[in-house]
Nanobody, 124 residues
Framework: QMQLAESGGGLVQAGGSLTLSCVVS????????MGWFRQAPGKEREFVAA????????YYADSVKGRFTISRDNAKNTVYLQMNSLKPEDTAVHYC?????????????????WGQGTQVTVSS
């Protein structure tokens, strides 16, 4: 089975930066669209960013556009989320997800595989 493992979360001051990593097991990583989602207590899971399996095209939620960068390294089976200019409202558990031959959808229902999540906390 395909497995995903996030890392890199932690506590950071507002305006600071963090980089999240997600290492994916299996031989089909290159054929999966990859996404990052986040969920704060009492809120719905929301889309953050996604990257295409086919051409590396990237997509971002309006709330993070210009601050976050998603990238992937197919040789390392890893997807990254570089987060700059962090705000307290970015505080959430962050999840990576994989969608086989996916369209880099912003809907969490389109993704078949999920990691356990990593906590990002931004202090004011």
């Amino acid at each position: 089975q395909m497995q995903l493992a996030e890392s890199g979360g932690g506590l950071v001051q507002a305006g600071g930066s963090l980089t999240l990593s997600c290492v994916v097991s299996g031989l089909t990583f290159r054929r999966h669209a990859m996404g990052w989602f986040r969920q704060a207590p009492g809120k719905e899971r929301e889309f953050v960013a996604a990257i295409s399996w086919k051409d590396g095209s990237t997509y971002y939620a309006d709330s993070v556009k210009g601050r976050f960068t998603i990238s992937r390294d197919n040789a390392k089976n890893t997807v990254y989320l570089q987060m700059n200019s962090l705000k307290p409202e970015d505080t959430a558990v962050h999840y990576c997800a994989a969608d086989y031959y996916g369209s880099s959808s912003g809907s969490p229902y389109e993704y078949e595989h999920w990691g356990q999540g990593t906590q990002v906390t931004v202090s004011s």
